[in-house]
């Protein structure tokens, strides 16, 4: 089982906690909201945000990889951050197609702090 405690991604998750948060995909706000809690569950971060006063619940993948800046947290779904940026393998990958429905696959997950 994979945990995340006591990493960087949770020393990151903590200084997030009751900041307000804009979570953009795609180059797209998906939610925002201030972050009450979070915790891992399974294979996933499950966060609890407020906004306009109801509280909203949604998980993500645990990421790959993470890049944190003073603004921003980045939550990598990429392929170079799973295979270590082994270009060999990025493209047998990518020849196979892409199978996977999810919006996170190969992408990048923007936690941006208000």
């Known amino acids: 089982m994979i945990t995340i405690t ?4 949770e020393l990151a998750l903590k200084t997030l906690l009751q900041r307000n948060l ?3 995909i795609n180059k797209k706000q998906w ?3 201030r972050l009450l809690l979070f915790k891992q569950n399974g294979f996933y971060i ?3 945000i407020n906004n306009d006063n109801k509280q909203e619940r949604f998980e993500v993948p645990i990421p790959f990889a993470i890049e944190r800046s003073a ?4 939550f990598s779904y990429t392929l170079p951050s799973l ?12 020849q ?4 996977c429905k999810s919006k996170y ?6 936690i941006n702090i208000s």
Do not use: H, S, W
């Open 105 to 110: 696959f190969n992408n990048v997950l923007e």
């Open 31 to 33: 939610r925002k909201g």
């Open 83 to 94: 295979i270590c940026n082994r270009k060999d393998i990025t493209e047998q990958i990518m």
């Open 71 to 74: 603004k921003r947290l980045l």
């Open 22 to 24: 804009c979570f953009v």
């Open 6 to 9: 006591e990493t960087a991604l």
């Open 96 to 99: 196979r197609g892409n199978t």
């Open 46 to 48: 499950e966060f609890v």
